[in-house]
Every structure is written in structure tokens, then in C-alpha cells.
T-cell receptor, first 114, second 117 residues
């Protein structure tokens, strides 16, 4: 158990809908990262938050947004969903944004868009 | 931009034998971190080992060790005394230092390792 909690574990929704994925980082971790894992794209970095502020953006679509709240939990919002958005979405956390810190991953949220 | 390449989509090893997974990367940065993550069928991403580029000594974690060749931009993972529980996808990953072009993990496509009893 990495200490990173993600909910829901599985989600099935229809095209055009909106979903919210939630992440609670490990106790004491200030950085939260979101990654998407799909068969065709592999593991891709989406976005990084540190202590409530956005630090870096990767290949995140405009239909997707995220935020980190004062209690440090984070949410990834996916809207106008398309079939191609079906993927495993990982949240990860680390103590800070320093590269030397280990990044711990949650178990992921499986999103299926039908 | 940095890239990570794992040229072996699948590998197989006999239980108790040794296997080496390959990883190469491309970067213009001089300092960075390299990682190997394991993803078993449960899909959890688990850190196996990490290497700081400025360290000459290869990292070792129990049965897992790396062969880091900075000049060749190569970072292979050696698994000794393979066990059935080692069967998983293995991802090589790169991370820049602060101030680098990207401070987040860049992953290769992965190598699926099977362990035969």
C-alpha cells in the first residue's frame, strides 16, 4: 500500500459526460501528480500540483482540468468524454517537487467511456 | 525533449535465473534521475530502483541492480534469482532536476516480463 488513495477504482460512463476522479496523497506529501495510462499512448504525465499551486502541465487536454485543495487532496475533472479517454488514471504524490523524492503511485482509477 | 526507449516489448526468464531489461534515453541535460518501476497485474506502480546521474556507482536493491552507462545513455535493470512474483510490466523512467526542461517522470513503453516455473 503506497498510501495514495484514489476513488473511484472503476468508472463506466457515456460519451459526452463529465466525471471527477479524486486523490488523497500520502500523509505529509505536498506534491500531487496525475498520469494517464492507455494502450496506445502509454504512461503520460498530465499535471503536477504543489501545495495547491499548479507546477507543470503535460499532455493534458483542454477538456480536462485539475485542482489541489487546501487539505492537499486533488481532483481531476474530465468533461465531454470521448471513447479515446478510456484509460487508467493514476494519481501520485511526493514530499515535494524535488526530483530526488520518490513518487508514490495510487492504484489508479479505471475509466471506461462507452 | 527527453525520450525513454525500451526496445524489448516482452522478455521471459526461468525461475531462479537472471534477466536484464534494457533502457536507453535521450537528453541534453547533464544531471537527472532514472528509475525503474514495476507494474504487476494489479496495475499498481511500484518503485523498484533509482539512480542519480551524478553518481558513478550503480544502484542496487536486493536482487535488483542497474547498469548505468551515462555516456551511452543506457540504464539497464538486472534481476537476479528471478521469482514468480517478479512477473510484471517494467517501466524505465527519466526525471529532470529542478530547472530542467521537465521535472516530471517520462516513461518508456514498458517491457513485459514473464517468469517460467
Amino acid at each position: 500500500d503506497s498510501g495514495v488513495t484514489q476513488t473511484p477504482k472503476h468508472l463506466i460512463t457515456a460519451t459526452g459526460q463529465r466525471v471527477t476522479l479524486r486523490c488523497s496523497p500520502r500523509s505529509g506529501d505536498l506534491s500531487v501528480y496525475w498520469y494517464q495510462q492507455s494502450l496506445d499512448q502509454g504512461l503520460q504525465f498530465l499535471i503536477h500540483y504543489y501545495n495547491g499551486e499548479e507546477r507543470a502541465k503535460g499532455n493534458i487536454l483542454e477538456r480536462f482540468s485539475a485542482q489541489q485543495f487546501p487539505d492537499l487532496h486533488s481532483e481531476l475533472n474530465l468533461s465531454s468524454l470521448e471513447l479515446g479517454d478510456s484509460a487508467l488514471y493514476f494519481c501520485a504524490s511526493s514530499v515535494s517537487g524535488t526530483p530526488g523524492n520518490t513518487i508514490y503511485f495510487g492504484e489508479g482509477s479505471w475509466l471506461t467511456v462507452v | 525533449a527527453q525520450t525513454v526507449t525500451q526496445s524489448q516489448p516482452e522478455m521471459s526468464v526461468q525461475e531462479a535465473e537472471t534477466v536484464t531489461l534494457s533502457c536507453t534515453y535521450d537528453t541534453s541535460e547533464s544531471d537527472y534521475y532514472l528509475f525503474w518501476y514495476k507494474q504487476p497485474p494489479s496495475r499498481q506502480m511500484i518503485l523498484v530502483i533509482r539512480q542519480e546521474a551524478y553518481k558513478q556507482q550503480n544502484a542496487t536493491e536486493n536482487r535488483f541492480s542497474v547498469n548505468f552507462q551515462k555516456a551511452a545513455k543506457s540504464f539497464s535493470l538486472k534481476i537476479s534469482d528471478s521469482q514468480l512474483g517478479d512477473a510484471a510490466m517494467y517501466f524505465c523512467a527519466y526525471r529532470s532536476l529542478p530547472g530542467g526542461s521537465q521535472g516530471n517522470l517520462i516513461f518508456g513503453k514498458g517491457t513485459k516480463l514473464s517468469v517460467k516455473p
